[in-house]
């Protein structure tokens, strides 16, 4: 709340922006508002410049800027710029959105926002002497990046980092600094509104060469001229309650329109909006609130059924600026609530043995029996078994022991047909070994007395006949597709005697059955086919001879299903042994045949061409009939 001081006939409500002025004539009475610049100085019109100097010239301080384009590798913290001491009007802001984010580390180590890869909530954090905004926009309507704002000054080095997770979208980062020639605006004492002096009076002293015109005393400074006289002016009756009653709150000026003689309170739309003095904030009750526990919602419990646990979160908060930000445990009174409780969301179900057990399952030896076992919750009712402890379940199903069984030799009764239509034949029957509970058992486990299963028998006398009996069947001819089978027919007559194989016709009457028969084993697949080897490329000494070699499918057409590695060759050598001369017609004018006696072996010497040289050949033959011949040589 302003004061309102008295100073002749001038009324000066302090403590706002805004002065009311209060003339007093003889004739009338006005109200004439006028705004305070930042020297408190009604009309001065000063403003403080961007270094916070009071009518300054902004050459108290430098602007320093950059923007941070470094394209990174790695993932993690990477540092931006260093803010010295001193800095004020900080602001460090992402050009763009991205996955990325802004971290403070002081220059003595505390993590201010964003350390030790833990991510905090936008809000208000206190650091290096000063509070940062720290702002991080809607991620989904909004593509503005991070900013890191401050009013400074700071304390001590501030070290700014990016968290990088994804290409940089860039940073810009600016902040100011004091000029190092600059020196502290001070504020002129000739220009304040000081008190009333001893005599009660309000003065206003100015000094020589200030640029400020001195007033005398009781002489109001010159109103502006008006327009017209109005009726209805505005008023200051006070301000606001304060919007909280600690962390800083806030307080606004209330003006009310009020006749301008009579002071009453009028409605407000008497009074001309236009000239109604804008309000003005004021902060208060700035002392800190007392930090409390801010407590969480309990967790689930960790179990459906029985003893289990449950956690919250539980956090010391202080609020500033309507603002709740988290502070150390420290700074709260109370005893810090319990994070973790044991909880039971109901009794959990058990297993119970509703029958007694079955009787065994055979009458002799080992077998099994049962009983029910069922989960049951709490109220009696039977339910699913994953609602009980499966570790814990009774048995339902055991073994049992009903004792020794009894075993006998069981047959049945013999065939009714004999084996032979005539003459001698066999009767057959069944033979098994049981126990007294019809199970099988292997046939020596009931002894050696073993009953017979065959017996002889005869159907009389066999008259003679002929008939036509087969062998069995041949294997298929063909490994695949169509082949053929044999099998032996023959025409045999039985008698007394036996059989005797008789000629075919001895069984013409008779239909005989077929000796062949198409048989399919299966689908042919591709197989390879060749032809013949040709002529050899050479009579001696190693030549070759070549074949072709096809894969043909079942219907002889061509096909690449063959298996390789079965392929033919389809290339070989031939007539590897030397060659011999070769005496032909043409050479026989060069033979000379020379006989000689040399016991009963001749020697035969052959002149011949061959390779263009002539060679010299001696036959020793052990025999030679010598044809009796005129020979002059």
Request: include cysteine; hydrophobic fraction near 30%; aromatic fraction near 8%.
């Amino acid at each position: 709340m302003g004061t309102i001081s008295s100073r002749g006939n001038t009324l000066v409500a302090s403590s706002y922006n805004y002065f009311l002025l209060e003339v007093i004539d003889f004739s009338c009475v006005s109200l004439v508002f006028q705004s305070a610049g930042c020297d408190d100085l009604l009309g001065s019109g000063k403003v403080p410049d961007k270094c916070g100097v009071c009518g300054g010239d902004n050459s108290a301080c430098k602007l320093v800027s950059g923007l941070f384009q470094h394209s990174l590798a790695k993932v993690g913290y990477h540092k931006i710029v260093e803010i010295p001491p001193g800095a004020t009007k900080i602001n460090v802001t992402e050009m763009v959105k991205s996955r990325n984010y802004l971290a403070l580390l002081s220059r003595s180590g505390r993590s201010i926002i964003n350390g030790n890869w833990a991510i905090d909530r936008p809000g208000m954090y206190e650091g290096v002497g000063t509070m940062f905004m720290y702002r991080r926009p809607n991620e989904i309507s909004s593509r503005s990046g991070e900013s890191l704002l401050a009013e400074g000054p700071t304390n001590e080095i501030l070290d700014v980092y990016m968290i990088y997770q994804q290409p940089n979208p860039s940073v810009h980062y600016e902040f100011l600094m004091p000029s190092e020639n600059a020196v502290e605006a001070q504020r002129p004492e000739e220009n304040r509104l000081d008190g009333p002096d001893a005599n009660g009076r309000s003065t206003l002293e100015g000094q020589e060469g200030s640029g400020v015109k001195s007033i005398p005393d009781n002489q109001l400074p010159e109103a502006p001229p008006l327009n017209r006289v109005r009726e209805y002016n505005w008023k200051l009756s006070g301000s606001t309650d304060c919007s909280a009653s600690c962390g800083r709150g806030s307080r606004y000026t209330v003006f009310v329109c009020v006749h301008r003689v009579t002071h009453t309170h009028v409605p407000i739309g008497l009074c001309d909006s236009n000239t109604k003095p804008s309000v003005q904030e004021e902060p208060c009750n700035v002392q800190p609130c007392p930090a409390f526990w801010d407590i969480g919602e309990w967790s689930e419990c960790s179990k459906t059924c029985g003893l289990g646990l449950q956690h919250r979160q539980v956090l010391c908060r202080q609020v500033y600026a309507n603002r709740t930000l988290n502070t150390h445990s420290s700074r709260c009174r109370a005893e810090r609530p319990e994070t973790s409780s044991t909880c039971q969301l109901k009794i959990c179900s058990e297993w119970q043995i509703r029958s007694d057990w079955s009787p065994c399952s055979v009458p002799c030896g080992v077998g099994q029996r049962s009983r029910e076992v069922h989960c049951v919750s709490n109220v009696g009712d039977i339910v699913a078994d994953d609602e009980c402890n499966m570790k814990l379940r009774p048995s339902d199903v055991e073994n049992c022991d009903a004792g020794p069984c009894s075993k006998s030799w069981f047959f049945s009764e013999w065939s009714a047909r004999c084996s032979a239509d005539c003459g001698v034949g066999l009767r057959t029957r069944s033979v098994v070994c049981l126990s007294d509970h019809t199970s099988a058992l292997p046939l020596e486990n009931c002894g050696s007395d073993r009953p017979v299963e065959t017996q002889s028998c005869n159907s009389g006398p066999c008259e003679s006949h002929t008939e036509w009996v087969t062998g069995p069947w041949t294997q298929c001819s063909a490994e695949c597709g169509v082949g053929s089978q044999h099998r032996a027919v023959v025409c045999l007559m039985s008698s007394d005697e036996g059989f005797s194989v008789m000629p075919a016709f001895e069984c013409s009457s008779l239909d005989r059955p077929i000796s062949q028969k198409n048989c399919f084993i299966k689908t042919c697949a591709a197989k390879w086919f060749h032809t013949d080897w040709s002529a050899c490329s050479k009579s001696c000494e190693s030549g070759y001879r070549v074949r072709e070699v096809r894969c043909l499918s079942k219907d002889h057409m061509t096909s690449d299903r063959c298996e390789q590695t079965l392929k033919p060759h389809e290339r070989e050598e031939c007539n590897p042994e030397p060659c011999l001369p070769l005496i032909g017609q043409f050479l026989r004018e060069y033979m000379n045949i020379k006989w000689h006696r040399q016991g009963k072996a001749r020697q035969v010497y052959l002149y011949s061409t061959f390779h263009t040289q002539w060679q010299f050949k001696v036959l020793y033959i052990e025999e030679i009939k010598i044809i009796k011949r005129n020979k002059n040589n």
